[in-house]
């Protein structure tokens, strides 16, 4: 018997997070220094720590650029960071992706071009096409986050839209060499996605982004529409002689992340099974299938037999349909405690490892045996909180948020749930 379940389960996620540090998993991945200028740009949560660890570890002249989310900075000397608004851009990152594309360009094959790129580089590196204005993408974004869109979905729209995604960045900036670092907070770690790709040839097409509006009922301006049906809107293909020198280096995975949180729970003893790295869905859905694998674990024993951890990643989507302050990991965790029903032998959390679920101020949240006795003594109904998708209400309201702060890292969602008899 575990003698402190929540501890366990929030032990286990400092592991995940921690593996995805900047200061550890960066400077092994360190390319070669030029003869020329190395030039230091990037965008994403984890780009002011990715920033930071480049300067503890680059022993020559560096200059450079990076943009991150507000609060995720880090003190750097060399390199200028600029923080922006996420998940909706703002003004800021507009502004410091028209700096970044600019301070790429006119170099020669001696430059080096380091680009530090991570999840939420898309919302952060706004730089919008010709014909598009940031109000459009404002407001396409937005909706695209209510609309239960996956993350690749929402960043083929992005790309489409944009003057730097894409590949673009990297195109702007040969013949210098371009180098890419990349942490994935994206479901296969496809490098096309992560941040919308702004080093990475893209498959995807204009038309794959206007399939995408209407499938999810997007309104988009005429002249929004006009850009995405018109050649100008394209974003680099594979085998495209721009990006032919560029090198694209993921150093932190999801996968890695879970296999740390892993080794942190048999270090206490626990079994530990990773049941997938990428997975995706409606929150609520995926929680309907985690609830039925700890029954058969604690019935049957099956996959695994308790006491056991269920460990999983990927990035869930919420369609928003309440009023309520939610967040897709508060989501799940709720979704689950109403799907387990106070079950007795089963501990969860769910949280985003950059420390932000959404758009609130906690990284996730615990579950326990009884959290819904808990808010129901308090007159809180979790169905009710579930179907105004207010997790963070019920959370809140028994004191079971999970408030970290920015970890200025990202890898994407963690999800553990302790089984125990």
């Not at 286990?12 to 900047?22: D, E, I, K, Y």
């Not at 750097?76 to 922006?84: D, K």
């Not at 988009?220 to 280096?249: C, F, I, M, W, Y």
Request: aromatic fraction near 4%; hydrophobic fraction near 45%.
């Amino acid at each position: 018997m575990i003698s402190d379940p929540r501890q366990l389960l929030l032990d286990m996620f400092s592991a995940a997070v921690g593996a995805a540090s900047p200061a550890v998993c960066l400077p092994a991945h360190l390319p070669p220094k030029p003869l020329g200028r190395t030039i230091v740009v990037g965008a994403g949560k984890a780009a002011g720590a990715m920033a930071k660890a480049v300067e503890d570890h680059w022993d020559g002249p560096l200059e450079g650029l990076v943009v991150t989310r507000y609060g995720h900075g880090a003190p750097c000397s060399r390199i200028e960071i600029v923080e922006a608004g996420h998940p909706v851009p703002d003004t800021a990152g507009r502004e410091a992706a028209e700096r970044i594309y600019a301070m790429v360009q006119g170099l020669t094959p001696d430059d080096l071009v380091l680009c530090l790129i991570s999840g939420g580089g898309s919302a952060l590196l706004a730089l919008p096409a010709a014909a598009v204005t940031l109000a459009d993408k404002q407001g396409i974004n937005k909706a695209l986050l209510k609309s239960g869109a996956t993350i690749s979905e929402m960043n083929c729209v992005r790309k489409h839209l944009s003057a730097i995604k894409g590949g673009k960045l990297a195109a702007a900036a040969a013949p210098a060499r371009v180098a890419a670092l990349l942490i994935s907070d994206v479901p296969g770690d496809d490098p096309c996605v992560i941040a919308s790709g702004p080093t990475v040839a893209d498959p995807t097409t204009s038309s794959d982004a206007l399939a995408i509006l209407e499938k999810y009922g997007i309104g988009a301006p005429a002249h929004v529409r006009a850009h995405l049906e018109s050649p100008q809107s394209e974003t680099l293909k594979p085998g495209d002689p721009r990006l032919a020198g560029v090198q694209n280096v993921i150093i932190a995975t999801p996968q890695m992340s879970l296999e740390a949180a892993a080794a942190a729970a048999r270090r206490a003893g626990v079994a530990s099974l990773i049941l997938a790295s990428d997975i995706e869905g409606e929150a609520r859905d995926v929680a309907l299938v985690h609830a039925a694998i700890g029954r058969q674990s604690y019935d049957f024993g099956q996959p695994i037999a308790p006491p056991c951890v269920l460990i999983s990643g990927g990035e869930t989507t919420v369609t928003v349909r309440g009023t309520g302050r939610g967040g897709r990991n508060a989501e799940f965790l709720l979704a689950l405690g109403v799907a387990l029903d106070g079950h007795p032998g089963v501990h969860a959390f769910a949280g985003d490892t950059d420390g932000i679920d959404g758009t609130e101020d906690n990284a996730g949240a615990l579950l326990a045996p009884d959290s819904l006795a808990r808010a129901e003594a308090k007159g809180i109904k979790a169905k009710a909180k579930l179907a105004d998708n207010d997790g963070y209400g019920f959370f809140s309201a028994i004191g079971d948020l999970v408030v970290t702060g920015p970890t200025r890292t990202n890898v994407n969602d963690f999800r553990a749930i302790l089984v125990q008899r």
